[in-house]
């Protein structure tokens, strides 16, 4: 891809962290030329017309979140820039930030713009130190060059910009956790409706918006939108940012058109050069993704709908790759670690039944597993199914399932270790039912 | 944690009814209220945890999900957070697998971490997750000891038991009042809530996260508060326990009579429980117009004195002739007397004649109401004083006027306790009769005593003092079961004794017309509203 068409990275390795450096690369020329011309509903509009959608996970269109965002409530409208990324293999936002905060603020000011907001805050998460000092340095260059604070660009539009540095909990980067957190609060996710759009931070009318969906915008406005939606599928237009890492020859950030084979991104030249020793499968979209093995992998294209078609999800982009050295059981194991560390500990079946699937795992990886344990696993993951308020107790139900149904041969051979594993966990004594 | 400001609406008498569909079924339910309420009246129980009437909107334990028709086709959703709208089509388990396979997969993760030790266990036999589990869960264990339990609770107060298993504190001393086991906690923050939304006093909170969460006080602080004791009620599990109460009885046998707190002027309701004719404590009884699910911590503890110092029952004789001496005649009603007392002193009066004068009062301090359980005035039935025309507040007449009367009767009024130095020109009385259910100052200070049932011990009237009245039931834990009730004395000293309420009720609707048409038997347990009535 050549850099003028990528939408995120195109500054990258181009040392344009400063504002003079950014500006020479033609930054922040929507501002000085085109934004303040349309009016909010035409900057809406615009943001509609070209498709983007939430680079978040959900991949909610950015532009109809938008309009849902009251005009004239008589309450102050709040951005908030979704910082917290923490999903196990996603580092997107973390080098987006680091490379080009300019353009994230560029983005902010046009989002800004188009919902009437006086004022933005960026959540960061904990420990992003670089980053939060990177995007400080360049908040405050922005200032002095007048593209923020009072009457911008001599008109009266005001707006300011703030780093909120979270103190890292994965569940901060759910959106209404995540304004708890802002407001000071305990991170848990808040009950919906009413939705941040209405209700948010402080009551007060909130968009919460990913890092890379924000910096998306300048290009967006600074190119015809035609130029946007030719790229990528009908369905989903422009490009993304995959994270790409495990057993292949060249992990990394490629930013690559949506629709693009996920095999292409596996072994192209361009991307991540070829896997490492036999494919065994790739989690195409963060940790809380069911996996693809090797024939899914063939047929399936870098977009929402492939993906939701192969029932797993597009997520943040994070493709991670594993090769046949890999056990499933250690995988899924990880996983479990981290989503029972993570859960927030509000909604009973993600509290406990994280750590009771955990548990379940460490006795199968200690060889105490019992032939039941996958059917336990799977009936644990199905307690998980829209019985809470966030989707965190899915993110490890979904891998749950699939894992012990794709490699259910790894989860056999570990069982096997039990010299007693025919036999149930527990020797029912009672018939079920029979209480009464 | 979230949604601090959701207070659940309730349905009322005003609710509009709307149609909705449970189960393929029409049913009329109020419009304006939850789910959960309004199934529930039409006999539909959903089990709940987290949910509380009178608390915001927690949502956190998922005990009571249904199925719900929507646009992108059927949902759980939880019933404690889902208005009501007209025509909404709604599944429970009767009819749905999903809704079943849910509540017995959330029961069961809220097990999976609960210690079991119900045989020890305080709230054993009123216990929630009991009841869930007969509700909805009723599994087999599937856990054995390679899978191991989690248990909560701080990391400072965890030990290791005789098994080798990590387990959360089981004394963890919260303050003067409350103990805390971190391991029975299942994380539904009603207390937390109370405390926050309700004693408007953030002393608790949930620290950390996932299945290591505990309830806790901030560092070095105690959980202390007027109120704090509600939160034992509250308190789903065995998790909160008052340390009165710890090991002491076991509820199943206890009974209940419900009655009104005679401390104060807003007469919260309360059960009192006992066993084996002995009060072993005090609950609220949930009356949504006076002290909705609450009562103050005096209110609850008060019980701990009431059958001591006690007057044991005497012969009427005494204070038969001790009325007989010549002169003026001072009946002194005290704050505690209920509707029938005040109209058994009147007839009293009226056989007296002309010699005796009715004075009626307390010496006590009136203070602020908190918005909970207490208006702050500690006349009790002052309300019922004025539907009675009995003079409520004219002690300082009787202390002025002292020396005109010869004969002084106190029934349930302690002044010499109350205030010595007002009270100490009443000793100009030559003669003190003192009707009184304790040993007080005042029967110290009197001639003749005689013992009467306390109110916790009396059928009875009494009218709070936002005009609602209410009827107190008599509990069988009298320390001498020849007690007789102040109503019964005065009307025997009257020459016309009574000894049933009933009876005694209709001379207090002979002297109140407000209450002709309102028969004892046809007063509810949340009381009747007198109009045109109030302290």
């Not at chain 1, 085109?34 to 009016?39: N, P």
């Given at each position: 891809m050549q850099d003028s068409m990528k939408v995120c990275t195109g500054n990258f390795g181009k040392h344009a962290q400063g504002i003079d450096a950014y500006k020479k690369l033609g930054g922040y020329s929507n501002i000085s030329?085109?934004?303040?011309?349309?009016?909010q509903s035409e900057t809406i509009d615009l943001v509609q017309h070209s498709g983007l959608r939430g680079r978040g996970g959900a991949g909610f269109p950015t532009g109809m979140k938008w309009s849902f965002v009251p005009r004239n409530s008589g309450k102050p409208v709040y951005i908030v820039v979704n910082a917290d990324e923490g999903e196990a293999g996603t580092y997107k936002d973390h080098f987006l930030i680091l490379e080009d905060p300019h353009r994230l603020i560029e983005g902010l000011i046009i989002a800004a713009w188009a919902l009437g907001a006086r004022c933005a805050y960026i959540y960061a998460r904990g420990e992003f130190m670089p980053c939060i000092e990177a995007l400080n340095k360049a908040i405050n260059e922005a200032y002095a060059a007048h593209l923020l604070g009072e009457n911008i660009g001599g008109t009266k539009f005001c707006f300011d910009v703030f780093v909120h540095r979270g103190a890292g909990a994965y569940i901060c980067g759910e959106e209404t956790a995540l304004i708890n957190s802002l407001e000071g609060q305990k991170g848990q996710p808040r009950l919906k409706p009413p939705f941040p759009a209405v209700a948010g931070a402080w009551a007060c009318p909130t968009c919460v918006n990913n890092v890379e969906t924000i910096m998306s915008l300048p290009w967006i406005f600074s190119h015809p939108v035609s130029e946007y939606t030719k790229m990528g599928t009908p369905r989903a237009h422009g490009t993304k940012v995959f994270c790409v890492s495990g057993d292949v020859k060249r992990p990394g950030l490629y930013e690559a058109p949506l629709g693009t084979p996920l095999m292409e991104m596996l072994t192209s030249e361009e991307y991540a050069q070829g896997v490492i020793g036999n494919l065994k499968g790739v989690i195409p979209g963060g940790s809380s993704c069911p996996p693809l093995v090797p024939a899914e992998c063939e047929k399936a294209t870098l977009d929402y709908e492939c993906m939701a078609s192969l029932k797993t999800m597009f997520g943040s982009g994070a493709i991670i790759v594993f090769n046949d050295t890999r056990n499933a059981v250690d995988l899924l194991d990880v996983l479990g670690l981290f989503y029972s560390h993570e859960s927030c500990g509000q909604c009973t079946p993600c509290r406990e039944g994280t750590g009771f699937a955990k548990r379940v795992l460490d006795a199968i990886m200690k060889g105490k597993g019992h032939d039941g344990d996958i059917g336990l696993l799977q009936s644990i993951a199905d307690g998980f199914v829209g019985t809470t308020i966030c989707p965190l107790s899915l993110s490890l139900g979904m891998p749950l399932n699939s894992y012990t149904a794709k490699y259910r041969a790894d989860f056999e051979a570990y069982i096997a270790k039990n010299p007693n594993h025919a036999e149930p966990r527990i020797k029912s004594t009672v018939r079920p039912g029979a209480y009464w | 944690m979230s949604n601090y400001y959701n207070m659940p609406k309730l349905p009322s008498a005003k609710s509009p009814m709307v149609t909705i569909k449970v189960d393929g079924k029409d049913m009329q339910v109020p419009g304006d209220t939850n789910l959960l309420e309004a199934l529930q009246t039409v006999g539909i129980e959903t089990p709940h945890v987290c949910y509380h009437p009178y608390l915001p909107v927690s949502g956190n334990c998922r005990q009571c999900l249904v199925e719900q028709e929507g646009p992108r086709g059927r949902a759980l959703v939880i019933s404690c957070y889902t208005p009501v709208a007209p025509g909404m089509v709604v599944y429970t388990p009767a009819s749905s697998a999903r809704v079943k396979n849910a509540r017995r997969a959330v029961s069961e993760f809220m097990l999976v971490n609960h210690p079991l030790d119900c045989p020890i266990c305080d709230k054993a036999g009123e216990c929630t997750l009991q009841e869930n589990y007969i509700e909805a869960g009723q599994d087999e264990s599937r856990l054995n000891g390679d899978v191991g339990r989690n248990f909560h609770g701080n990391p400072a107060h965890q030990f290791v038991d005789s098994k080798g298993q990590l387990r959360g504190g089981k004394r963890v001393d919260l303050g003067p009042r409350i103990v805390l086991d971190e391991e029975r906690c299942v994380q539904c923050d009603r207390c937390v809530r109370f405390m926050r939304s309700i004693a408007k006093s953030e002393q608790l909170q949930l620290a950390s996260r996932g299945d290591r969460t505990f309830i806790t006080t901030f560092p070095g602080e105690k959980l202390d508060h007027e109120y704090d004791l509600c939160v034992t009620d509250l308190c789903?599990?065995?998790a909160l326990t008052a340390k009165y109460f710890r090991f002491q009885k076991r509820v199943w046998f206890l009974s209940r009579t419900p009655t009104v707190s005679m401390d104060d002027s807003l007469g919260a309701n309360i059960w009192l429980d006992h066993a084996d004719g002995f009060l072993w404590r005090v609950m609220p009884r949930c009356n949504p117009d006076v002290n909705r699910t609450w009562i103050s911590n005096t209110s609850r503890l008060a019980?701990?004195?009431?059958?001591?110092?006690r007057l044991p029952a005497s012969p009427l004789d005494a204070v038969r002739e001790a009325l007989k001496a010549p002169g003026k005649v001072a009946l002194v009603a005290g704050g505690e007397c209920t509707l029938e007392d005040l109209a058994a002193l009147k007839l009293l009066k009226k056989s007296l004649g002309d010699r005796a004068e009715l004075f009626g009062g307390t010496f006590k301090k009136i203070f602020p109401a908190d918005g909970l359980s207490k208006s702050g005035d500690p006349m009790a039935d002052r309300a019922g004083f004025k539907l009675m025309n009995v003079p409520d507040d004219n002690l300082g007449d009787l202390v002025k006027r002292a020396s005109e009367f010869a004969v002084l009767v106190t029934v349930n009024a302690d002044l010499f306790g109350e205030d010595a130095s007002k009270a100490s020109?009443?000793?100009?009385?030559?003669t003190r009769i003192a009707l009184a259910a304790f040993n007080t100052e005042t029967v110290k200070k009197s001639q003749v005593a005689f013992g009467v049932n306390h109110w916790s011990e009396v059928a009875g009237t009494m009218v709070n003092c936002g005009g609602l009245l209410q009827k107190l039931s008599a509990a069988p834990t009298a320390p001498d079961a020849a007690l007789v009730p102040a109503y019964s004395a005065l009307t025997a000293l009257a020459g016309n004794e009574v000894t049933e309420v009933s009876a005694a009720y209709k001379l207090a609707q002979g002297e109140a017309p407000a209450l002709a048409d309102v028969s004892f038997e046809s007063i509810r347990s949340t009381g009747f509203m007198l109009d045109g009535v109030k302290a």
């Open positions: 030329s085109r934004l303040f011309d349309l009016s | 789903p599990t065995g019980f701990l004195e009431f059958s001591k110092n020109s009443l000793e100009k009385i030559a």
